[in-house]
């Protein structure tokens, strides 16, 4: 499987694996995967297109959980502003209940959605390991300015 421009088949077949993450990994054991990764193209675009990917999960089921809570509480308004006015028939008021606890529903799937890819992608990895590149003093000054 692996694309004859791969400089190591060993190492690239091992990170042609589509989870393969080697963030989690001491910098001691990754160095070779480091190396190989500079070294050659072909994994490195593959394991780029990876994370884009994995990007794109978790960036859609954010999106999803928005407009599923923006339409609940929508919904939960018009609702509002029907019972308010004593002119519609309590069908329309069945209804509208019926689409808010859909919308609700959409957002508690969403949100379990986007656990599991947050769960089953390497990103919490490479966050930790990016935080851990930053320079301790600009570091610090973050969290200064964080609490």
Same mark, same amino acid.
């Given at each position: 499987?692996?694309? *004859?421009?791969?400089? !190591?088949?060993?190492i690239?077949?091992?990170?042609?694996?589509?989870?393969?993450?080697i963030?989690?990994?001491? *910098?001691?054991?990754?160095t !070779?995967? !480091?190396? $190989? %990764?500079?070294?050659?193209? &072909?994994?490195?675009?593959? &394991?780029?297109?990876?994370?884009? /990917? #994995? =990007?794109?999960?978790?960036?859609?089921?954010?999106?999803?959980?928005?407009?599923? %809570?923006?339409?609940?509480? =929508?919904?939960?308004?018009?609702?509002?502003?029907? $019972? %308010?006015?004593?002119?519609?028939?309590?069908? $329309?008021?069945?209804?509208?209940?019926?689409?808010?606890? @859909?919308?609700? @529903?959409?957002?508690?799937?969403?949100?379990?959605?986007? /656990?599991?890819? @947050?769960?089953?992608?390497?990103?919490?990895?490479?966050?930790? #390991?990016?935080?851990?590149?930053?320079?301790? &003093?600009?570091? !610090?000054?973050?969290m200064? $300015?964080?609490?």
């Amino acid at each position: 499987m692996n694309a *004859p421009n791969c400089t !190591d088949p060993l190492i690239g077949n091992i990170l042609a694996g589509w989870r393969y993450d080697i963030s989690s990994l001491s *910098p001691a054991m990754r160095t !070779d995967y !480091d190396q $190989h %990764l500079d070294e050659c193209a &072909q994994c490195s675009r593959r &394991q780029h297109l990876a994370r884009t /990917i #994995d =990007v794109l999960l978790l960036t859609v089921t954010s999106l999803s959980m928005f407009a599923f %809570l923006l339409a609940a509480a =929508v919904l939960h308004r018009v609702e509002t502003l029907v $019972h %308010l006015s004593n002119s519609v028939h309590l069908h $329309h008021t069945s209804i509208t209940i019926s689409l808010e606890a @859909a919308a609700i @529903a959409g957002l508690v799937i969403s949100l379990l959605l986007w /656990i599991l890819v @947050a769960i089953s992608t390497p990103i919490p990895g490479m966050v930790s #390991d990016a935080i851990e590149r930053i320079p301790p &003093q600009i570091r !610090d000054r973050i969290m200064k $300015h964080a609490a």
